[in-house]
């Protein structure tokens, strides 16, 4: 439902006005090890204050990698998500047909704020995050409490995601229907329309 824009010239620009030259080859290798740490450790992620120590201890990997100090603020700035072009056209169809709609994504406790941002979360009914649920897709805990929120038995319900082991066999794992939505065309659906019209 949500991409990350491109946080490596954000981050340029912001060491630039301090007056350190960082180049966008770097910037880029430096938050993909940034990313890479973040999704090993989501899941501390669960409340404000754990969420709080791990984007510092994210924002140190940048540091480490570019040798600058102080990048929480222009890290935490640079980390931008948008809603996918069919994301809120499609939730709202989903919804004229009378589905409840829940987002189970391994995030941490910030999902919310993030779908507020992308203007995407007054078009759910609830989120679970893969951190306050103690646990990441596949395994059923982010799954079983999607379906307490949504009011919904397994067999009523249908999730669709970008993984196959994550999302599709998590999801028949837990006796849901699982689809994959593949943009670059793989699988099941490859957009979020194709799934209003499946429907």
């Given at each position: 439902?949500?991409?990350?824009?491109?946080?490596?010239?954000?981050?340029?620009?912001?060491?630039?006005?301090?007056?350190?030259?960082?180049?966008?080859?770097d910037a880029?290798?430096?938050?993909?090890?940034?990313?890479?740490?973040?999704?090993?450790?989501?899941?501390?992620?669960?409340?404000?204050?754990?969420?709080?120590?791990?984007?510092?201890?994210?924002?140190?990997?940048?540091?480490?990698?570019?040798?600058?100090?102080?990048?929480?603020?222009?890290?935490?700035?640079?980390?931008r998500f948008?809603?996918?072009?069919?994301?809120?056209?499609?939730?709202?169809?989903?919804?004229?047909?009378?589905?409840?709609?829940?987002?189970?994504?391994?995030?941490?406790?910030?999902?919310?704020?993030?779908?507020?941002?992308?203007?995407?979360?007054g078009l759910?009914?609830?989120?679970?995050?893969?951190?306050?649920?103690?646990?990441?897709?596949?395994?059923?805990?982010?799954?079983?409490?999607?379906?307490?929120?949504?009011?919904?038995?397994?067999?009523?319900?249908?999730?669709?995601?970008?993984?196959?082991?994550?999302?599709?066999?998590?999801?028949?794992?837990?006796?849901?229907?699982?689809?994959?939505?593949?943009?670059?065309?793989?699988?099941?659906?490859?957009?979020?329309?194709?799934?209003?019209?499946?429907?």
């Open positions: 439902m949500v991409e990350l824009e491109a946080p490596a010239p954000r981050l340029v620009a912001a060491l630039a006005e301090r007056g350190v030259d960082v180049s966008p080859e880029e290798r430096a938050f993909a090890a940034e990313i890479a740490f973040y999704l090993e450790h989501h899941l501390e992620g669960r409340d404000s204050i754990s969420l709080a120590e791990l984007r510092s201890r994210c924002a140190r990997v940048l540091e480490e990698q570019l040798g600058v100090a102080d990048l929480l603020e222009p890290m935490l700035a640079a980390l948008r809603a996918f072009p069919d994301a809120a056209p499609a939730l709202w169809e989903l919804r004229a047909n009378g589905l409840r709609l829940v987002v189970v994504s391994n995030w941490d406790c910030s999902l919310p704020r993030v779908l507020e941002e992308a203007g995407l979360l759910v009914d609830g989120v679970v995050s893969s951190a306050e649920a103690g646990a990441a897709k596949p395994d059923p805990a982010p799954f079983l409490l999607g379906l307490e929120l949504a009011g919904a038995s397994p067999e009523q319900a249908l999730h669709v995601g970008d993984s196959v082991e994550r999302d599709v066999l998590g999801a028949r794992a837990t006796g849901m229907e699982g689809v994959l939505l593949d943009r670059e065309g793989g699988g099941a659906i490859r957009s979020l329309g194709d799934l209003a019209r499946l429907i």
